[in-house]
């Protein structure tokens, strides 16, 4: 994975208005089936770790483990930030594959 066009599509997705943060609007985006990807801080708690991977597998949303909290944060132009959601799916399927590459 390209670090930096990774972190740099991010913040084009967060302009876009295609971004969710924040773990209460995450859970319950992820209950309403609008998420297309949730992206989890490396850093985050164990148990946000396994919450959130809970949540996804029981939703069959795909998840993936990214940098840590302030460069995810960052990219999006805002504090640290532990999980973010992708509510477009063409968003969320070039993300996907720039993390799988």
Do not use: W
């Amino acid at each position: 994975m390209n670090h930096q066009s990774f972190l740099n599509f991010l913040g084009i997705a967060m302009r876009a208005g295609k971004v969710k943060t924040g773990e209460a609007v995450i859970l319950t985006e992820l209950k309403k089936k609008q998420l297309k990807l949730v992206l989890i801080a490396k850093d985050a708690s164990k148990n946000t770790h396994h919450q959130m991977i809970n949540k996804c597998n029981t939703y069959q949303i795909p998840y993936r483990i990214v940098c840590d909290r302030f460069e995810l944060g960052n990219a999006l132009g805002k504090s640290a930030r532990v999980n973010v959601g992708i509510t477009d799916q063409g968003f969320a399927k070039k993300l996907i594959s720039m993390i799988d590459e």
